[in-house]
């Protein structure tokens, strides 16, 4: 189980490793400098997700933060996780080869330390290296990813084709709508001076809306090849187009409506 050095989310990795650990299965962590992994601390604690969370003090009193944060089992699981040898003691990306494992999970979370594991080039070619293990039926050792996980995977190029081992595959992901309704909630009525916090990557001016998203990347890059990157984005800015122009058509017949005026 790979991680970041920090921000990965607590209930993806540590209820897993309770899952898989009670299976009777040995867990082996890896972060890229041998660093022991700190999950998302506002995940644990629920601190700052608050409207009151920047201000010292009262940060500490929490009432969405409750119900955002990692619940009691999982945050009993990180517990316990952290005293583990292997979490305390993880290899280095590096050092992994895909004959000493019999499967990968890739957990999530949205934090800002996600980047060095969602972008690491070593971390993507072994997990391409998994999915290239495969036999002659063409199955591979087994992968599980979990939310921003599957960016990660979806990131990974296969040797052998050049494109990412998810390419016309079929993958559970973070949807959009789940991602920006987190992002809504907490920017306008919790960690509203963070505005970004739940986006690992935000658009730019001249993307359309959830164009960096988990769904939106994950899609460009499990699409067939005949259909391209520039294709996708050309689409999503279209439908953004079409969209405001829509809304912009009913402003004008609710006008229209109000001062008893209608169109020819």
Same mark, same amino acid.
């Given at each position: 189980?790979?991680?970041?050095d920090r921000?990965?989310d607590?209930?993806?990795?540590a209820?897993?490793?309770?899952?898989?650990?009670a299976a009777?299965h040995?867990?082996?962590?890896?972060?890229e400098?041998?660093?022991r992994?700190?999950?998302?601390?506002?995940?644990?604690s629920?601190?700052?997700?608050?409207?009151?969370g920047?201000i010292p003090g009262?940060?500490?009193l929490?009432?969405?933060?409750?119900a955002?944060?990692a619940?009691q089992?999982a #945050?009993d +699981?990180y517990?316990a996780?952290?005293k583990a040898?292997?979490?305390t003691?993880?290899?280095r990306?590096s050092?992994?080869?895909?004959?000493?494992?019999d =499967?990968?999970?890739?957990p999530?979370? $949205? =934090?800002?330390g996600? *980047?060095q594991?969602?972008e690491?080039?070593?971390?993507?070619?072994?997990?391409?290296?998994?999915?290239?293990?495969g036999?002659? +039926?063409q199955? $591979?050792?087994?992968?599980g +990813?979990i939310? $921003?996980g599957? *960016?990660?995977a979806?990131?990974?190029?296969?040797?052998?084709? =050049?494109?990412? *081992?998810? @390419? =016309?595959?079929?993958t559970t992901?973070?949807?959009?709508?789940?991602?920006?309704?987190a992002?809504?909630l907490?920017?306008y009525?919790a960690?509203?001076?963070d505005?970004?916090?739940?986006?690992?990557?935000?658009e730019?001016?001249?993307?359309?809306?959830?164009?960096?998203s988990?769904?939106?990347?994950i899609?460009?890059?499990?699409?067939?090849?005949?259909?391209c990157?520039?294709?996708? +984005?050309?689409y999503?800015?279209?439908r @953004?187009?079409?969209?405001?122009?829509?809304?912009?058509?009913?402003?004008?017949r609710?006008? @229209?409506?109000?001062?008893g005026?209608s #169109?020819k």
């Open positions: 189980m790979p991680l970041p921000d990965f607590p209930t993806e990795a209820v897993t490793w309770s899952v898989i650990e009777g040995d867990v082996v962590f890896a972060t400098h041998c660093t992994p700190a999950a998302d601390p506002i995940m644990i629920g601190e700052r997700l608050d409207p009151w920047f009262i940060r500490k929490k009432l969405i933060g409750l955002l944060r619940q089992g #945050r +699981a517990a996780m952290q040898d292997s979490f003691n993880p290899i990306y050092d992994l080869e895909v004959a000493d494992f =499967g990968l999970v890739l999530g979370g $949205h =934090g800002p996600m *980047v594991y969602l690491n080039e070593t971390l993507q070619g072994f997990v391409a290296d998994f999915y290239e293990s036999d002659g +039926a199955l $591979h050792k087994p992968v +990813a939310c $921003h599957v *960016v990660l979806a990131r990974a190029t296969s040797p052998s084709t =050049g494109q990412s *081992v998810l @390419q =016309g595959r079929k992901a973070l949807t959009w709508s789940q991602e920006k309704a992002w809504q907490t920017r009525f960690r509203f001076w505005p970004l916090y739940y986006r690992t990557y935000s730019s001016d001249n993307q359309p809306a959830g164009y960096m988990v769904e939106s990347e899609k460009r890059r499990t699409m067939l090849s005949r259909f990157a520039g294709t996708i +984005a050309e999503m800015r279209a @953004q187009r079409f969209r405001t122009l829509r809304d912009r058509r009913l402003t004008d609710r006008t @229209q409506v109000g001062t005026t #169109r």
